[in-house]
């Protein structure tokens, strides 16, 4: 039924012909910003790092740009619809997150590395072994993240499209692929840059329009809102089987609360996304970009001013959805773990299934999500790239004599590859909740990368084996859990990527509350059963760059 109700809403010719008008539109776009900064990138610098001459507002704008996923705009919003205030609870967790990066990392690291993570680390520690650990970590993160953009370009197209084939969502998820390899290819980091600014402003754009239509509908009172989507959560089926009643979608314990075992999942899960945003590398390189220390200062409060007012209007987004979209849309809603909800919540404002103005903002909200997912796919694909060929090739493989030219050659060559492992793997991962996916990353990261910044930055004791062990022993016991998670195996969630096997022993399906603390206490035990001299001779060095930015930029710039 809720196939029909979709195919009868964009059956007619116009609406096609529209729909896909808009997604050229930002196509042609977006490739038109690659070519300019194709003829504009002269060297490494400007291919990894645009140069350094992004403004703070410029960046702060990127930041937005990059960090607002797919995960947020579809995944979050679904996830509300689905779970009410537990779903609620990623946005708090996304934007709480920015303080860490603000407060910890954003102007240190800017001060103190050059084009990647491992730069940071790599200043006073041994180049070989830092290096390759950080680009693991780098890849790996990236991967997860890619998936969850690829995910949602799938459900978005096949929703358009009027079919739910998997066919359909696998093309598009090669088409995505191959958009975001042209785009770190050719464009670099200034044509990324200006892909993810261009992006954040018509996300933010949709997103209020479609926030004041909601609210529209409701008389501009967030309480009646709040109340028609408690109501129509408990006529649900699901609502009362389990004999809940409105109350309880707008009340925590929805989705987290119902077990010991879901209750600190739900604490795992904070973890991940307060402390993984410091640990990003695709946001942690977006600071090398800007000029000056205070522009990194400018950029993270731009973000955060930005996030903020985007992360309030999710709220909305999600419970708007759950109060306007019809027992049908429902239906569709649930079967794509909550990735509809949005797009289906702009068709419902704009009138409804078969009208003209449904048909219209359907297509304008889908098309800027496809916007959202071009732009963060082009910054993963080309933070991944550029830790291949800076990292490993210039600094592993070719001990610092590789030249700015052969890297970026290579950087473009690892695009193709990771490109092509990241279509591989988000195939089979179509079934998953994006925000879900997304939160997996942001585990990773937390557990693996920001124990090694933190401890670099801020102990004088730390050295190559602490730095290693707490890359690798984050990220082996952060992958390792998730493997065997009930998100890969096992019949109970109904989303596991391999529903009819079990091998399923750790119960959460966020393994942060363990992976984290292990990360850091992996980095402790490094640190203290080996000396390094020459990485504790350094740290005063490190200090005052990394606080005062005194002789970065000669340090840094070539």
Not at 24 to 48: C, F
Not at 112 to 118: I, L, Q
Not at 281 to 286: G, S, T, Y
Not at 345 to 370: D, N, R
Request: glycine fraction near 10%.
């Amino acid at each position: 039924m809720s196939n029909e109700r979709t195919l009868v809403a964009l059956s007619e010719g116009a609406t096609q012909a529209m729909t896909t008008t808009l997604f050229l539109i930002v196509v042609a776009i977006t490739l038109g910003i690659t070519v300019w900064a194709s003829r504009n990138t002269k060297g490494a610098a400007d291919y990894y790092a645009a140069g350094r001459n992004i403004s703070g507002f410029q960046n702060g704008l990127a930041i937005s740009g990059d960090y607002m996923s797919a995960a947020s705009f579809l995944g979050i919003s679904g996830a509300i619809a689905l779970y009410g205030y537990d779903g609620f609870l990623y946005s708090i967790g996304f934007l709480v997150a920015w303080l860490v990066a603000l407060l910890l990392v954003a102007e240190l690291l800017r001060n103190s590395g050059r084009y990647t993570m491992a730069d940071q680390l790599a200043y006073r520690m041994r180049q070989t072994p830092i290096r390759t650990a950080a680009a693991t970590s780098t890849v790996v993160v990236s991967i997860f993240y890619l998936l969850a953009q690829m995910v949602g370009a799938g459900t978005l197209v096949a929703l358009l499209l009027g079919v739910g084939s998997d066919s359909v969502k696998n093309l598009t998820i090669v088409g995505v692929g191959a958009l975001m390899i042209i785009y770190v290819v050719f464009g670099g980091m200034k044509g990324t840059t200006w892909v993810q600014i261009v992006k954040a402003v018509l996300l933010m754009t949709g997103t209020v329009l479609i926030t004041v239509l909601v609210l529209a509908k409701f008389n501009f009172n967030l309480s009646d809102l709040l109340g028609t989507a408690g109501d129509n959560y408990a006529a649900t089926d699901a609502a009362k089987e389990a004999g809940k009643d409105a109350s309880a979608f707008l009340e925590p314990g929805l989705q987290y609360g119902a077990t010991t075992t879901a209750k600190i999942n739900f604490i795992s899960l904070g973890l991940a996304l307060v402390l993984g945003t410091a640990g990003l590398p695709h946001i942690l390189i977006r600071f090398y970009t800007v000029p000056t220390s205070k522009d990194a200062r400018t950029s993270v409060m731009w973000a955060i001013a930005l996030i903020g007012t985007f992360y309030l209007m999710t709220l909305v987004l999600g419970f708007g959805a759950a109060a306007l979209v019809q027992s049908e849309g429902q239906a569709d809603i649930v079967a794509s773990a909550g990735n509809l909800a949005s797009p289906l919540l702009a068709e419902a404002v704009g009138g409804g299934p078969g009208s003209v103005g449904g048909a219209v903002l359907l297509a304008l909200i889908s098309a800027v999500a496809f916007a959202t997912i071009l732009a963060v796919v082009a910054g993963l694909t080309l933070t991944s790239a550029s830790s291949v060929a800076h990292d490993l090739y210039g600094s592993v493989f070719r001990k610092g004599e590789a030249t700015g030219d052969e890297e970026v050659k290579v950087a473009r060559i690892a695009a193709l590859v990771i490109g092509a492992v990241a279509i591989g793997l988000a195939i089979p991962s179509k079934g998953l909740n994006i925000a879900f996916l997304v939160a997996l990353a942001f585990a990773v990261a937390a557990s693996a990368n920001l124990p090694s910044l933190i401890y670099n930055l801020f102990w004088r004791r730390f050295n190559t084996r602490g730095a290693t062990w707490a890359i690798y022993g984050g990220l082996v016991m952060c992958v390792g859990l998730v493997f065997f998670s009930p998100v890969v195996s096992g019949p109970e969630t109904g989303t596991a990527l391999f529903p009819n096997s079990d091998w399923s022993f750790f119960p959460l399906s966020s393994p942060g509350i363990v992976s984290i603390p292990f990360g850091f206490l992996m980095g402790y035990l490094g640190t203290i059963t080996s000396r390094d001299e020459a990485a504790e001779q350094r740290y005063n060095e490190l200090e005052v760059r990394s606080l005062t930015g005194a002789g970065s930029e000669k340090a840094v710039v070539h």
